[in-house]
């Protein structure tokens, strides 16, 4: 599977943007599908993912309620709508396919196939 990540840009904060993760080679409808950033200097942190097994979206708290993960299935992508956006989601934003246990989709270890990052940078 091949992931290519999209829709990153510079916002001011409070504004919204919404990434796109297209898939080719394979279907998402078998892999969780999760998003991750990355900030300078920090490691891949957990955002988003949707889990294959039970069809629920997770989310970490720093986001909860502001951003929202989705599966378009006719386009075969995966989008995360990001609302209210701060300064502090400044980050190279990923998206990762894999087949993680419910409890683990948090863990960017666990994703078999990445996108190459799209940088999303929130001006104060």
């Known amino acids: 599977v091949q992931l290519q990540a999209s829709g990153g840009g510079l916002v001011q904060a409070g504004g919204s943007l919404r990434l796109s993760c297209a898939a080719s080679?394979?279907?998402?409808?078998?892999?969780?599908v999760g998003w991750f950033r990355q900030a300078p200097g920090k490691e891949r942190e957990f955002i988003a993912a949707?889990?294959?097994?039970?069809?629920?979206?997770y989310y970490d708290d720093s986001v909860k309620g502001r951003f929202t993960i989705s599966r378009d299935n006719a386009k075969n992508t995966v989008n995360l709508q990001m609302n209210s956006l701060k300064p502090e989601d400044t980050a190279v934003y990923y998206c990762g396919a894999g087949r993680p246990i419910i409890s683990s989709v948090s863990n960017p270890q666990l994703y078999y196939y990445w996108g190459q990052g799209t940088q999303v940078t929130v001006s104060s």
């Open positions: 949707s889990a294959i097994q039970n069809m629920r979206t």
């Open positions: 080679g394979r279907t998402f409808s078998s892999y969780t």
